[in-house]
């Protein structure tokens, strides 16, 4: 899977592509992450990409044409890739849209900066419009990196043993909890039943506390079960 990320800060995305599970996702040629800086498709000697809000107001506007270059110079070598734009305005990332989303050859992912984009990319140029969450950030990148993780995590041999894919929203539900050694701490135990090695009583367990959990902090998530 390819991911093309239009962006004032390709540095950003050095936080995802140097280490961790997507480095390792890049290093096995699984996926690749390439940014394409915005100012590159400037046509004046300033590299401006912004302009002032018709109608007036605060802020600057993130103009069609650079953004309309970019996208369509992508497209030359990868003329299905779908373009998504990260705004507040988008349907809501979730586990369900990550996987679907993983399905993918290439994803084109714009991040805004400033006040938005002209209202004409989203019309003509952008496929779909996501939220990573009901709350704004100050740049579409935090969005798209959270977004390619997500994604990338559904992705056959992403995730190599070490990492395991604990999904626990694959089933609809809140984690179940975890411990580790020593079997007691400042008076706090594991539970007798993860140190009894019997593994279907051990199963049976977790399966009943993640229940527990989802019904205890997020009680929205049953009712689409
Ligand atoms: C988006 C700032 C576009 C500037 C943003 C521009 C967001 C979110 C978000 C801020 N992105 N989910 N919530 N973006 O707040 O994805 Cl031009």
Redo the contacts with the bound molecule.
């Keep these: 899977m390819r991911f093309d990320v239009i962006t004032l800060f390709p540095e950003m995305f050095s936080a995802i592509k140097d280490e961790g599970v997507i480095a390792r996702g890049i290093k096995k040629s699984l996926l690749s992450i390439n940014t394409w800086q915005l100012r590159d498709f400037s046509d004046n000697k300033h590299r401006n990409i912004d302009d002032a809000p018709y109608g007036g107001g605060a802020g600057m506007v993130?103009q069609v044409k650079p953004i309309r270059d970019c996208i369509n110079k992508i497209k030359q070598d990868h003329p299905k890739t779908k373009v998504i734009y990260?705004?507040?305005q988008?349907e809501k990332l979730t586990h369900n849209l990550a996987k679907e989303l993983s399905k993918s050859d290439s994803l084109t992912l714009l991040c805004?900066?400033?006040?938005?984009?002209d209202e004409r990319v989203i019309e003509h140029d952008i496929d779909m419009e996501?939220?990573?969450?009901d709350?704004?950030?100050?740049?579409?990148e935090l969005?798209a990196m959270v977004l390619i993780d997500a994604v990338s995590r559904q992705i056959p041999d992403v995730l190599g043993n070490q990492d395991s894919l604990n999904d626990s929203f694959a089933e609809g539900l809140l984690d179940y909890p975890y411990y580790t050694r020593p079997e007691t701490i400042d008076g706090q135990s594991v539970p007798t039943v993860l140190l009894s090695g019997h593994q279907a009583n051990i199963d049976a367990w977790r399966q009943d506390q993640a229940i527990k959990n989802t019904q205890k902090k997020r009680k929205d998530l049953l009712k689409n079960q």
Excluded: A, T
Aim: a neutral charge; aromatic letters at 10%; hydrophobic letters at 30%.
């Design positions: 993130m990260l705004s507040p988008g805004g900066r400033y006040e938005g984009v996501i939220s990573i969450g709350y704004v950030i100050s740049g579409g969005g």
